[in-house]
């Protein structure tokens, strides 16, 4: 049971340009939604000494003025098509502080389940946009004496490495460290005047496979769905690359990832749970950051969106008949296509839209839409390259960092274990009728 105690709004401590801001193709087609992520602290002395709410609040205001679009506020934009431009207004962000009856144990090995929903903010998206803000956080205390710090941060606004940078950087002046190193937050660098090389290939963002047999895909989008979160050991990861390399036909290029052999096997392994038949086309989307795909590349401290779209395809039977190998194949191609070039003709494909509004999975009011990436496809998002711990804000590091309950049928992440001991965890969100089987496939398998 969490019971809200307050809300605060907290805008930039100093003043901040009131101006309106240029957000980039990438930016326009993210959901009109935030990420869910959640951060579980234990007891301890510091946390009993300190007023912890205070903390955040005086921190998070001195942290507004570095990434003062983060106060801002979306509205909709006058060229229509479902597009969004940022209002950079001081609104602020609210905290919401919440006690809980739970203690931190209770949450087991912290599954996404809704009981850790419960612990970040909801947000309900059928308030007009203007009013909706673009970073929401709760600090929950437990009976424990333990803390969480659930926090949204918009879609629109940053992609992984943007919000992990935001959350680091507010935490160093919580806790009074250096240096602070501010965001670049010129969105227009990803604009160039040069000819484009390449023409895009819209075929990659086309809707992906149903069912063999079902005209849609509604009938899948019905079935209830549940979440499993599961440990790949070093040993285990390092079996998986050495099987997949096994297949590896180039001697000058290096061996498939941990990244490309772990997906691999995730890819093969909801074909062969979800029963499919051989003939069933099967997509495995992800995204790549193009940060350094691009020539020059995008500044270190780029802030936004810098995401390109990626696909794997296959039919389940060629998935299922050859070794793990061969599905890493079909993931390293997908991602070597992404070059400057690629990247380029994306950002200027989406720019030239009629409508950006499709390629939102969720709608304005927050509901499923759009694209499903459910049965038969799977949709991984890799947080292996990511610096997601050491989110200290003054009472130590956090003892678990995660996604919130946000799942959809094959939304999975893979993880890298907060014990640094080259393991991986694995939440993914399959059918119920599904989910059996595909752990017995995910072991067994190995």
């Known amino acids: 049971m969490v019971t809200l105690k307050a809300t605060h709004i907290v805008g930039p401590a100093e003043p901040t340009p009131d101006e309106i801001m240029y957000l980039n193709a990438c930016d326009q087609i993210k959901d009109i939604t935030h990420t869910p992520t959640i951060y579980f602290y234990k007891h301890s002395p510091r946390l009993d000494s300190g007023d912890a709410v205070s903390r955040l609040k005086e921190s998070l205001s001195r942290a507004l003025v570095l990434f003062y679009p983060l106060a801002g506020r979306l509205n909709w934009a006058a060229e229509g098509g479902s597009r969004v431009q940022l209002h950079c207004n001081g609104k602020g962000v609210p905290i919401f502080e919440a006690e809980s009856d739970a203690s931190v144990e ?77 965001p670049f937050l010129d969105r227009k660098v990803l604009e160039t005047d040069k000819p484009l090389r390449s023409i895009f290939d819209p075929s990659v963002l086309r809707p992906p496979p149903t069912l063999i047999g079902q005209e849609d895909n509604m009938e899948q989008r019905k079935k209830p769905i549940t979440v499993a979160f599961l440990n790949l050991s070093k040993l285990q990861i390092d079996k998986l690359r050495n099987k997949a390399n096994l297949d590896f036909d180039n001697e000058n290029s290096r061996g498939y990832s941990r990244f490309e052999a772990v997906a691999a096997h995730i890819w093969r392994c909801t074909s062969k749970a979800r029963g499919h038949v051989a003939d069933q086309q099967t997509s495995l989307h992800f995204v790549a950051d193009f940060r350094n795909k691009l020539k020059p590349p995008l500044p270190k401290t780029f802030f936004g969106n810098a995401l390109i779209r990626v696909e794997a395809t296959d039919k389940s039977g060629n998935l299922l008949s050859n070794p793990v190998g061969a599905a890493s194949k079909k993931i390293r191609e997908a991602v070597e296509k992404v070059t400057d070039d690629t990247v380029r003709a994306y950002l200027d494909y989406l720019k030239g839209l009629p409508d950006v509004g499709r390629f939102r999975s969720l709608d304005n009011n927050g509901r499923p839409k759009g694209d499903f990436y459910g049965n038969p496809n799977l949709a991984i998002i890799s947080w292996t390259a990511l610096p997601l711990y050491g989110a200290d804000f003054g009472w130590g590091k956090e003892i678990h960092m995660g996604p919130g309950s946000m799942g959809f049928d094959g939304k999975t992440f893979i993880i890298p274990s907060h014990d640094g001991d080259g393991s991986f965890n694995i939440a993914i969100w399959l059918q119920e009728e599904h989910i059996g089987a595909f752990k017995k496939c995910f072991y067994d398998d190995i």
């Open 106 to 182: 209770d949450f087991g090995d912290f599954t996404p389940t809704p009981q850790i929903q419960a612990l970040i903010p909801s947000v309900d998206y059928t308030t007009p946009i203007d009013e909706i803000p673009l970073v929401i956080v709760q600090l929950t205390r437990f009976r424990c004496g333990g803390v969480s710090i659930g926090l949204g941060v918009s879609h629109v606004m940053a992609d992984g490495p943007s919000a992990l940078h935001f959350v680091d950087e507010w935490a160093k002046i919580s806790r009074g460290a250096e240096p602070i190193v501010p």
